[in-house]
Structure formats: C-alpha cells, structure tokens
T-cell receptor, first 111, second 114 residues
C-alpha cells in the first residue's frame, strides 16, 4: 500500500463545476499536510496547507480527518486556469520527518 | 529574488556518461533537497542537506552524489548514467526544515539517458 494515495484521474469537468479530490495516508505519525499544484512540465507549487479545523482560500477548501487519515480538496466554480495536477503531500514524524508525495490527481477544466 | 534555479533545463546523456545538475537558491535557506519525479509516481527524495558541509541520503540515493560547499548551491552528480535515471529532477529548499514549512522548487531538469 502506498503511503499517500490519490485518485489518479483525470477529472474532466466543465467550467463552473465543483470538483473534489481525495487523499489517504497510511502513517499515523503524519503531522503536516499540504496540497501542491503542478502545471504541465512545471515545478510543484504550494496551493495550501491543510489544518485539522479545515481551511479555505477563495474557491479552495481543504479538510483533514485525522481519525480516518483522509485529506480532501474542494474546488468551487472551476476555472480553465485550474487545469493542473494536484499533489497531496504529507510530512511524517517529528524530530526527523519525511516528506511523502502522492502521485497526483490530474484535472482538466473545459469551456 | 530568483528563488530556486536549476540548470540545464534538458539534457540527453548516453549510458555511462556523467553530468552535474546545478541548483542554486538566493533565499538564504538552510535546507535543500533533490527529488526525482517519474511518470505517474510521486516525487522521491534522492539527497538532502541541512546546511553547508552537511548532506545525507534520501530514499533513492544510489547512482547519485551531492555536495554542499555553500548555502546557495547544491549540485547533484550522476557518475555513470543509466536508463533508469531518465526522469525529471527537482531541487527544492526550505528555510529551517520544519515540517510545516513550504518547499520551494526549482523549474526542474529533464534528463533522458539513452
């Protein structure tokens, strides 16, 4: 079982749609959680950190469920510019931690 | 600030050749990382450094070497290129290496070994 698992997609949605990405992690010592965005042939860039209380940044909402070891990202009112791959990233451990990247979920938003 | 820069952007190597992938950051970050990204896979950590003069192995270090003589530069060396090293290589940095910190990535180097 992969340490961080994501639905590979691709997700094909029309502009204006709401889309949800799921991510599960296997290590209960995981302590920091992130969503990164990666455009085609580009480097990953931080989209948002994920907090236990849930957090929102404009059209993007991230949720964390520690009991279920599950992270989600919701994108409302999708734009063409949202087309990218979304990486779920987890830091495991405290003193010496390890960063685990999910393989990513690809999103295509169409006009 | 340029952030994290990498050269070259793309390179084709023959089996057995060697090369150095360059990485530099101008954010005065202490921690630097090298990752490889294969199609359909998550990024894998090759080597990392917690400061000048200190380096350590990551998850997939075989076939690679690194050095960190300055805070700014963290080159990755491939000594005997193999087809299995065909990948996209990303360098990244963080300020203090804390788990809640953002990683800043360079634009990547695409390497093809034939």
């Amino acid at each position: 079982r992969k340490e961080v698992e994501q639905d590979p997609g691709p997700f094909n949605v029309p502009e204006g749609a709401t889309v949800a990405f799921n991510c599960t992690y296997s290590n209960s010592a995981s302590q920091s959680f992130f969503w990164y965005r990666q455009d085609c042939r580009k480097e990953p860039k931080l989209l948002m950190s994920v907090y236990s209380s849930g957090n929102e940044d404009g059209r993007f909402t991230a949720q964390l469920n520690r009991a279920s070891q599950y992270i989600s990202l919701l994108i409302r009112d999708s734009k063409l510019s949202d087309s990218a791959t979304y990486l779920c990233v987890v830091n495991v451990g405290t003193g010496g931690f390890k960063t685990i990247f999910g393989a990513g979920t690809r999103l295509f938003v169409k006009a | 600030n340029a952030g994290v820069t990498q050269t070259p952007k793309f390179r084709i190597l023959k089996i057995g050749q060697s090369m150095t992938l360059q990485c530099a950051q101008d954010m005065n970050h202490n921690y630097m990382y090298w990752y490889r990204q294969d199609p359909g896979m998550g990024l894998k950590l090759i080597y990392y450094s917690v400061g000048a003069g200190i380096t350590d192995k990551g998850e997939v270090p075989n076939g690679y070497n690194v050095s960190r003589s300055t805070t700014e530069d963290f080159p990755l060396r491939l000594e005997l290129a193999a087809p299995s090293q065909t990948s996209v290589y990303f360098c990244a940095s963080t300020d203090r290496g804390l788990p809640q910190e953002t990683q800043y990535f360079g634009p990547g180097t695409r390497l093809l070994v034939l």
